[in-house]
């Protein structure tokens, strides 16, 4: 019979979720050094240049997956790259605002670090099961990107704002669960694709506030 209470977790449990969580955030930070400095040496790049190192940046992508039972090393090198391949991919759009309203992105950098670190810390502090929400938002997802397509071909008033807006609700709640994965999560190994999936919230959250704050 055991006296310590199972709803609590244990100093070994909490020291492995501390650990885990220090390595994943500092992975997504380099993820986003390497990041910046794709999005430098692309700036002068065409749109279309950059649709070939988005395709090649979503192989690095899921190789992550596939190279993490395998080598640890591998994975961390695989998420690196897609750092910089997709930094290179959305360097003519940020060149784009750089030259035009360089204000706006600025301000989209901000506001991406407050929205991420809101729903971040809530998705880490509760305590209730967010898998059901991550099925919804990811169905939402592809019908967003749907109607993004359908945006394309159709002049729809306010669009584009639309979609931003439903993008952001969409990714608040995927920050949520990612970083309840993270906290839930003990395994070391799985670094490597927490960060590239807390990266890439980090970025579509960016890509959205952009679309919105550059409007004017």
Known sequence: MSFRDESYPSVTTRDETRTLFA???TLVAITA???A???YLGRDMSRGAGIFWFIAAFVCLFGIRFAI???EQLSVG???GFGVLIGLAVAPTIAFYMETDPQAVWQ???ATALFIAGFGAA???TRRDLSALARICFFALIALIIFGIVLIFVNI???DLIYAILGLVIFAGFTMFDFQRLRKTTDIKAAPLLAASIFLDILNVFLLLLSIFGRR
């Open 23 to 25: 390595h994943t955030m």
């Open 33 to 35: 050094a390497f990041f």
């Open 37 to 39: 400095g794709g999005a």
């Open 69 to 71: 039972s395998r080598s």
């Open 78 to 80: 695989l998420l690196f």
């Open 108 to 110: 989209a950098g901000g």
């Open 123 to 125: 998705g880490y502090a």
């Open 157 to 159: 008033p306010g669009g």
